[in-house]
């Protein structure tokens, strides 16, 4: 196992697309009437963190809400399976399952975008749509697969006996769900087709809230300016740890919207200090 720091993810840094025209469009499904919340706090997430042009795929209760606190984002309703389809067509991230819910609609939303997912997209499932997945085990066309559990849906996911998990059972699903792993427990666990990683820093001590979406949202995020989903999921977990605890240092109370919202001055401060350094080395 690789511990996530700072070293390991500085040249990943110098790979960020800065330009608007050349970051990757993403699509966000979810956001059922009683989870909106969920979805927002994930495209919040994804903007933030400099992404490309976002739409948002929710109920048409959860639109509203989206003008009036994200209006970066453009929203249709997931229940509209035409105008679904061409947004699913026009995104190179899709981001499906936080507030899905998983209800008959959900299941029906989740089955047409997994059947319309090509080749070249990256999908990251997380929340609900893992829950869909582990029941529905629908066949993905793109190999380029992020699935983000935490640790009471990966039980349902995996195979082997999460008590006893070691980084080879973990390494055997990996390999067998032929996708990145990130498992939200206590310490953020990422396994790769080459390696496991875990973050040296405990992410659910101070939390207001369990592990989430934001970090879902912040790997949408950053696949958007990266070339490999591999690089994207680490730079944003590590992030999200890092973020994380320094804002435990100053607040009693860390709400996922806290994080949000520091997110583009502590990415800022990163990527400056890094091309510093790269100068001093020239």
């Given at each position: 196992m690789k511990q996530l720091n700072q070293q390991l993810i500085d040249?990943?840094?110098?790979?960020?697309?800065?330009?608007?025209?050349?970051?990757?469009?993403?699509?966000?499904?979810?956001?059922?009437?009683?989870?909106?919340?969920?979805t927002i706090l994930a495209a919040q997430a994804c903007i933030q963190a400099g992404a490309g042009a976002t739409t948002v795929a929710v109920s048409q209760n959860v639109r509203a809400s989206f003008?009036?606190?994200l209006p970066e984002c453009q929203t249709l309703s997931f229940m509209n399976t035409a105008d679904l389809?061409?947004?699913?067509?026009?995104?190179?991230?899709?981001?499906?399952?936080?507030?899905?819910?998983?209800?008959?609609?959900?299941?029906?939303?989740?089955?047409?975008?997994?059947?319309?997912?090509?080749?070249?997209?990256?999908?990251?499932?997380?929340?609900?749509?893992?829950?869909?997945?582990?029941?529905?085990?629908?066949?993905?066309?793109?190999?380029?697969?992020?699935?983000?559990?935490?640790?009471?849906?990966?039980?349902?996911?995996?195979k082997h006996n999460t008590r006893k998990q070691t980084p080879l059972s973990l390494r055997i699903e990996q390999k067998r769900l032929a996708a990145i792993i990130v498992l939200k427990e206590r310490q953020l666990v990422v396994c790769t087709d080459d390696e496991v990683y875990y973050s040296a820093i405990a992410c659910a001590d101070g939390l207001a809230d369990d592990i989430p979406?934001?970090?879902?949202?912040?790997i949408a995020g950053f696949c958007s300016q990266l070339p490999y989903p591999i690089k994207a999921t680490l730079v944003a977990t590590y992030l999200y740890t890092r973020l994380l605890n320094d804002l435990k240092n100053?607040?009693?109370?860390?709400?996922?919207?806290?994080?949000?919202?520091?997110l583009p001055r502590f990415i800022k401060k990163i990527c400056r200090a890094q091309l510093i350094s790269q100068n001093k080395n020239r």
């Open positions: 040249a990943y840094f110098l790979e960020i697309k800065r330009h608007k025209y050349k970051k990757r469009a993403i699509l966000i499904v979810g956001g059922c009437e009683k989870a909106g919340g969920s003008r009036h606190l389809l061409v947004a699913v067509k026009k995104a190179a991230i899709i981001l499906i399952g936080p507030g899905l819910g998983l209800d008959k609609y959900a299941k029906s939303v989740f089955e047409v975008v997994c059947e319309h997912v090509t080749a070249q997209q990256t999908l990251i499932l997380d929340d609900d749509a893992i829950a869909l997945y582990s029941l529905l085990e629908p066949r993905l066309l793109t190999k380029k697969v992020i699935i983000t559990p935490k640790a009471s849906t990966w039980r349902h996911l995996a979406d934001s970090l879902a949202g912040l100053t607040q009693h109370t860390v709400r996922p919207s806290d994080i949000n919202n520091a």
